[in-house]
């Protein structure tokens, strides 16, 4: 029997990255550019980037409307810093024409870590992965502003929430694909099987 595929959005952002860091934590994963890859992958993977622009070639790809039903049919998805912010159900200062998927309960400020430091990285200790605290790659940074009361805070760093979870969906400020410690996306990866 083979295990659940998951896919990787790969319409923009570091898409090859989060592919061998699934791989890493032996999980089958391959990218979804459209509605039909999307129908045959069991969870996703949206990755960081630039989130406007992905949200732009989403609605050109005609994948938005088809990437919130499987969101709001309870798809495990991760997103990891613009998939973050694409996860929201909503962004506090949005670029003109920016939609998001949503899926999670809370409210995020793109750049919100730019003003002081464009891109750093820092230790953060994240609820549900053992072994200590993850190396945080902070690029242009959002953090959560605020969280509905189903919404789990996974980690904070300097007194703002930066991973979360509610149901099926995850999400991080940072990005645990650019690192070589893969026990983020094993959390998703255990996430998936115990969705499937
Ligand atoms: N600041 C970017 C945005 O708004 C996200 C940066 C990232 O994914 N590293 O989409």
């Not at 089958?28 to 550019?33: D, F, M, Y």
């Not at 997103?79 to 159900?89: E, K, Q, S, V």
């Not at 549900?128 to 690029?139: A, L, M």
């Not at 953090?143 to 300097?158: K, R």
């Amino acid at each position: 029997m083979s295990g659940p595929l998951i896919g990787v959005l790969a319409l923009q952002g570091d898409v090859r990255e989060h592919l061998a860091a699934l791989a890493a934590a032996d999980a089958a994963a391959g990218p979804v550019r459209r509605p039909e890859e999307l129908a045959r992958v069991d969870a996703l993977v949206v990755p960081g980037g630039e989130s406007t622009t992905m949200s732009k070639l989403a609605t050109l790809f005609g994948m938005l409307e088809p990437l919130r039903e499987r969101v709001r049919a309870g798809m495990p998805v991760y997103g990891t810093c613009a998939g973050l912010i694409l996860l929201a159900d909503k962004i506090l200062d949005p670029r003109s024409g920016q939609e998001t998927i949503g899926g999670i309960d809370m409210i995020v400020r793109r750049n919100a870590f730019g003003r002081q430091n464009e891109s750093f990285e820092a230790s953060v200790a994240m609820a549900g992965v053992d072994g200590g605290p993850v190396d945080g790659v902070f690029i242009r940074a959002p953090w959560v502003e605020s969280v509905g009361a189903t919404v789990e805070v996974l980690a904070e760093y300097d007194g703002h929430v930066v991973a979360v979870r509610q149901g099926n969906a995850l999400a991080t400020s940072f990005h645990p694909e650019l690192t070589g410690d893969h026990r983020v996306h094993g959390l998703f990866a255990e996430m998936v099987r115990a969705a499937g």
